[in-house]
């Protein structure tokens, strides 16, 4: 189990850091993860990480991935590129994504509700890392899978 090593992260301009205990919960779950695919030196929640210097939404992703995407207006194309990786051999098994829990919009109704493996609602507002109140949004963990694993293999 990972532990914070910094935990001065804003949660401006969108991004949320990941609560240690909610990620480690959803590592019990869905993990071991191998990859954060939105992440920072100061809130990664994996070893191997894609920063945004390193630009996620144009990197392959492999393995078990953890997603805690900025919640802006691009939040649509990281639902398209989690969709996408688990539909491409050799890239991502599985992608769990921590989402702001808006039904109403395009992204939620085109990839949530078409693609995802699972979709749960979390139950109460998650307070983030470094942030002083809880969420002021609901939030999900929804699920894409690679259709070729094993039924054994999903949780």
Known sequence: MLTNP???FSSTG???ATPWDFFNQQSAKYG???LDVCATDDNAKCWDFIS????????????????????GR??????????????MPGHARRVVCLLP???????????VQKYAAKIEFV????????AQNSAPFPSAI??????????????
Not at 123 to 130: D, H, Q, Y
Not at 148 to 153: C, E, L, P, R
């Open 74 to 87: 691009d939040l649509g194309k990281w639902l398209i590129k989690a969709w996408r990786e688990t539909s």
């Open 52 to 71: 945004p210097e390193q630009d996620s939404l144009k990197q392959p992703w492999h393995g078990l991935c953890w997603m805690n995407p900025p919640y």
């Open 32 to 34: 071991p993860f191998d």
């Open 123 to 130: 139950r109460g507002r998650l307070k983030f890392e470094g």
């Open 6 to 8: 910094n935990p001065c």
């Open 142 to 155: 929804v699920v894409f899978e690679n259709s070729n694993i094993a039924d054994g293999a999903r949780s």
């Open 101 to 111: 829990a808006r039904t109403d919009t395009r992204w939620w109704h085109d990839y």
């Open 14 to 16: 969108g991004e949320w």
